[in-house]
């Protein structure tokens, strides 16, 4: 688009290159660069449409956030450290206000995972980010959605649902009268990343899954990856005091977290023995998991609350339906 060469270098070029592995960045036809050996590179890609992914009028600081986490979050699941990015955006015109604050929050994002921006493509159309990802995992220890075992025990990182009432609130405004209502959207854009938790779970989560449509969707590609079932206890979800409130009931807490979407927490399988370990590795570091189920040899998802089974159907999902 016109201008598109000032545009990349004000905007997309200023990031220092540090890392060893970048021989040469953004300015050529291809950027290279250097793989370490008896490693696999984890890639994957991830877009961020407007209208589809998040509003245009946005906070672009959150857009640009969310456009990363959400592509870290893949690296994360896999037990990968996040190395290299390209991005392709496209723009209805170049606003100096929305790429400043767009930019702002991706390279504080990326700078804090020493992820560097190796290059990309811009052009002029409705609203869009794509982002590349690349990062590394030791050949023989990426975490995947296809070693569960009968026995194994479910885990969930953070809390869950918080992005849905963000998006409730987002999308309905009557909402905004709700407590806590301005943290909830921003926790719906700023997720955090669990990079440091997929790394310490190499070599010892039997599979990992990073949660996007709803913890309720995500388990069962578990399910299916490793050909097993699985039990959940709804009581045990971790909700935030926030949710709680904004909720009116933790029950109802409980219910969202079941099925909110986008809110790149790392759900998990652990072998019964590793339990106690990965639990004080996780304290140590600072790291929050709870275990919510175990794995069974079933091949469906049950649900139980307070050890009474539970039909999906009467878990009252009205605020989903739409
Ligand atoms: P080409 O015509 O070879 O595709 P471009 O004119 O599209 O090159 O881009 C020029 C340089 O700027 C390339 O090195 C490309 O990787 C980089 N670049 C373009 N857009 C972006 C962006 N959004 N983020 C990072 N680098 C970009
Ligand atoms: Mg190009």
Redesign the pocket.
Known sequence: MAG??DL?NKY??HQQVTRSDVALS????C?LLVAPANTHIAVSTDSLIAGTHFLEHANPQWVGHKALASNISDLAAMGAEPAWV????TLPSPDDDWLEGFCKGFFELANAHDLQ?I????TRGPLGITLTVQGFVPQGKALLRSGAKVGDKVFVSGYLGDSHAGLEVILQPSKQQQPHASELERRHYCASSRVALGILLRGQASSCIDISDGLVSDIQHIMQGSNVGAKLHCDKLPVSSELIEFTQGKRIAQQYALKSGEEYELCFTLPSHLVESVHQAARQQNLMITEIGEITDSQRLSLFDNGQAIENEMLGFDHFRS
């Open positions: 598109e060469f990349i997309f070029t953004q300015g050529d036809d950027a390209s991005m392709a955006i921006l290059g990309g493509d811009t």
